[in-house]
């Protein structure tokens, strides 16, 4: 969470440097946000989704991750 600015985005690029997936989720995009979704599109996945939404959580989220089929080996949650 929190992927789009700040610590959350030095993060993701530093484990997508390493060589690792990442899934990102953002409320809102930003342009450093989409600079990174292009450099790494085969290995940075964004989900735009407001953490808010408790409810929707686990369709919205979770459903996307699944989608892809790759084990989750660590979570860093960073949203204000």
Do not use: M, W
């Not at 440097?17 to 599109?41: K, P, W």
């Not at 085969?42 to 686990?58: E, M, P, Q, Y």
């Not at 892809?68 to 960073?78: D, F, K, Q, T, W």
């Amino acid at each position: 969470t929190g992927v789009s600015k700040g610590l959350g985005l030095e993060i993701a690029t530093c484990l997508l440097r390493e060589g690792h997936c990442v899934f990102g989720i953002v409320r809102n995009s930003t342009a450093q946000l989409h600079t990174l979704e292009a450099e790494y599109a085969n290995s940075f996945i964004t989900i735009k989704h407001d953490l808010r939404d408790v409810a929707a959580i686990k369709e919205t989220v979770f459903g996307k991750i699944s989608e892809y089929g790759r084990p989750i080996h660590g979570l860093v949650s960073n949203a204000a």
